[in-house]
């Protein structure tokens, strides 16, 4: 629409006491920004100015919740629901303008129909979001296989992965592809590649690995690297994490899992070492004799260590 025929309809609807719809499309967008997808699409019954705003909206939130999907919907019922879902999803993905980038994509979801959930994320990244959430409940980790993000991961920030495996070629797109990439969090995923390396990076939180399919040692490089959270709940890392970054690192969380029997005592060593800049430090399930006689040994020259904490 010209921007003299939008106006003029936006002056008519305030005078008509329509004020909402009166407002710039950028405060419009921000408020669909904070609705659900099917909410934000409804919208476009209110009025002619709304009729095609969610078209545009730079946010698009897509969860199963909201066609009244949960973890133990199951049989017929799940079938019923799981196709409005799957139409609604589709039809929503497919009409959005083309034109216009995405600020952010979610997308929550169980791996029902994995052909489906793989075209939706798919076309979610063709839109270059800046945040990309994928969070896939109830499954192993291993069942839904994130895509590739290609050339759309040019203007990621921040990547948020639940619930996915993640092949090889994995770490290779994070370092060469994703060069304004701030944050990554990957929480229960099954990992195919054994190194993390970001020149943008500033907050890396990978919780609870289910498997580790290397088997080697974990390397992690980042020289900006601001936060680290690292949970192992299941010895995924049994030959070790290698943390390489600067003095960038302010906050870092490490929690072993058995009380770091499959961490051997000189893996647990040799990590506190790669850790000893940090001035913020919380330390779970580390064996007793490194967390407290050696760690007394390191703190000879950890001078940045302003807290350390032991859980």
Same mark, same amino acid.
């Given at each position: 629409?010209?921007?003299?025929? +939008? ?13 909402? +719809? ?22 476009? @019954? ?13 946010? /698009? ?29 589709? !039809?929503?993905? =497919?009409?959005? !303008? ?52 290609? @050339? ?51 907050? =890396?939180? /990978?919780?609870?690995? =289910? ?8 390397? /992690? ?26 003095? !960038? ?63």
């Amino acid at each position: 629409m010209p921007p003299a025929r +939008s106006a003029k309809r936006a002056s008519a609807e305030s005078l008509s006491g329509d004020r909402l +719809s009166a407002l710039p499309d950028g405060v419009l967008h921000t408020i669909l920004s904070f609705l659900p997808a099917p909410e934000a699409v409804r919208t476009s @019954a209110l009025s002619r100015r709304w009729r095609h705003l969610w078209r545009t909206a730079p946010c /698009i939130k897509i969860d199963m919740r909201e066609f009244g999907i949960t973890l133990v919907t199951s049989g017929g019922d799940l079938s019923e629901k799981w196709r409005k879902f799957e139409d609604f999803t589709t !039809s929503l993905l =497919l009409f959005r !303008s083309g034109t216009i980038s995405l600020d952010r994509f979610r997308l929550d979801a169980r791996p029902h129909c994995l052909r489906v959930v793989d075209r939706w994320v798919r076309r979610g990244l063709m839109y270059c979001p800046q945040v990309l959430e994928v969070l896939m409940w109830g499954t192993s980790g291993g069942v839904f296989r994130f895509p590739h993000l290609g @050339a759309s991961s040019c203007r990621l920030k921040r990547l948020h992965l639940h619930g996915v495996h993640l092949d090889s070629d994995f770490a290779e797109q994070i370092q060469s592809g994703c060069l304004m990439l701030e944050e990554l969090e990957l929480k229960i995923c099954t990992l195919g590649f054994q190194e993390i390396t970001s020149r943008s990076l500033k907050r =890396l939180i /990978i919780d609870t690995t =289910l498997r580790n399919l290397t088997g080697g040692h974990f390397v /992690i490089t980042a020289p900006c690297l601001l936060y680290l959270r690292i949970r192992d709940l299941f010895g995924c890392y049994p030959n070790g994490i290698f943390v390489h970054v600067t003095d !960038s690192l302010v906050k870092a969380i490490i929690s072993l899992s058995d009380q770091g029997k499959t961490f051997s005592l000189g893996n647990q060593r040799r990590l506190l070492v790669d850790l000893c800049n940090v001035p913020n430090l919380e330390l779970g399930g580390f064996q007793t004799k490194v967390s407290l006689r050696y760690m007394f040994h390191v703190c000879s020259f950890m001078l940045q260590l302003v807290t350390l904490f032991y859980f």
